[in-house]
């Protein structure tokens, strides 16, 4: 009898601390000597031997200490967009490298996080293979470093399929519309021309189309020195540069964009009042370029 008790308290008690437990946004892999060049490397052959797809890298702020790698994975993809409410968004996860003080810190956006906030409800239809997703994310970076380290803030795991930063603040279910076509063909040939001719100091980073769903993900980089990335990266934090490029998503006929009040908080969720106000005007900012880019 002691011991069925016993055990029933353990149970309870997991359970609790699985329900609370807090998430960081990244997940620091190490520090390393090379450039930046040799990781990519070993980064994309890494991803590339286990099955992922690069869909493209940049330097924010072009700046040739930062890099980022975006990658996703054809089940993964696949899964996602199964959620209606621009699930296809939780498709792309990035690496991120940041140059500083002679060593390289490389990063990656952390699965666990990421698809609990950008899923919902949904995510425990599918929780199973998002843990498997994330085991097999870690595996693939096992060779880069050891510290597989959680950094960039918390917030509990039950928070966050209802994120927001404040009250008052948007959640995921408050995006920004950026246009609406006459047609998915359409919107996906606007986008595709304007981020072509960089419109708005932009540059296509990634695209991930799905034909068949009429849904089109594009990983957009913010290039305006006075208001991309440039101005709003050293504010916030640079060592969370894995967060972008900010993505347009095209579902049907419709262009949407996240917040910027949501997005950027839940990336830097330790963000102070006092530090979110420097950067005021950067959620108009990025809706503006992107809304020019959708036109």
């Known amino acids: 009898m002691k011991n069925l008790i016993f055990t029933s308290i353990l149970i309870l008690m997991f359970g609790v601390n699985s329900f609370a437990q807090d998430l960081s946004p990244y997940i620091k892999i190490g520090e390393s000597n090379e450039s930046i060049q040799q990781i990519t490397e070993k980064v994309v052959n890494a991803l590339e031997s286990n099955s992922y797809t690069v869909l493209g890298t940049y330097n924010p702020s072009n700046k040739s200490s930062l890099k980022v790698i975006a990658f996703t994975r054809t089940d993964l993809k696949n899964t996602v967009v199964k959620v209606k409410d621009r699930g ?3 498709a792309t996860f990035k690496v991120g490298l940041e140059q500083k003080n002679g060593k390289v810190t490389i990063s990656y956006t952390n699965p666990d996080y990421i698809l609990r906030a950008y899923l919902g409800d949904s995510y425990n239809s599918y929780k199973t293979f998002f843990q498997k997703f994330s ?4 595996s693939t970076f096992s060779g880069l470093g050891t ?9 509990k795991a039950e928070n966050l399929k209802k994120y927001h930063y404040k009250i008052m603040m948007p959640y995921f279910s408050d995006p920004v519309t ?14 595709e021309n304007n981020l072509k001719a960089k419109k708005g100091n932009t540059v296509e980073v990634y695209k991930l189309v799905y034909a068949n769903e009429k849904v089109a993900v594009f990983g957009v980089g913010l290039q305006n020195k006075e208001e991309g990335e440039a101005h709003f990266l050293p504010i916030i ?3 969370h540069v894995a967060a972008l490029p900010y993505e347009i998503i095209l579902q049907g006929n419709k262009a949407t964009m996240l917040h910027g009040k949501y997005r950027l908080a839940l990336h830097w969720p330790e963000l102070t009042m006092g530090t979110f106000m420097k950067i005021m005007s950067t959620p108009g900012d990025i ?6 880019v959708c036109k």
């Open 135 to 138: 085991a097999d994310l870690k």
């Open 287 to 292: 809706e503006d370029v992107l809304e020019a």
């Open 237 to 239: 934090g640079e060592a």
């Open 178 to 191: 950026l246009n609406e076509f006459s047609s998915f063909e359409e919107g996906l040939k606007v986008i």
């Open 88 to 90: 296809a968004l939780a």
């Open 147 to 155: 510290s597989f380290t959680p950094f960039g803030g918390t917030v």
